[in-house]
């Protein structure tokens, strides 16, 4: 995966841990021209979907990007 996919992958994550924005606010937000393709790569990258990290990172305080 590249450099900068792997940026927008970090920064999503860490909107999505820390915003209630919706998925797809947080996948244009960070450069995805649409919610699946965010959603996709998040999972490949992740292993869970962004709702499920979101819940996760919210259940676990130390969550560092």
Do not use: C, I
């Not at 947080?26 to 990258?45: I, P, T, W």
């Amino acid at each position: 995966m590249s450099y900068l996919s792997k940026l927008r992958l970090s920064r999503g994550a860490g909107h999505l841990a820390t915003s209630n924005q919706g998925v797809a606010h947080v996948a244009r937000l960070v450069g995805f021209s649409n919610e699946a393709s965010f959603s996709k790569a998040f999972k490949r990258r992740y292993g869970r979907s962004p709702g499920a990290f979101r819940v996760h990172a919210r259940a676990e305080p130390a969550w560092d990007p």
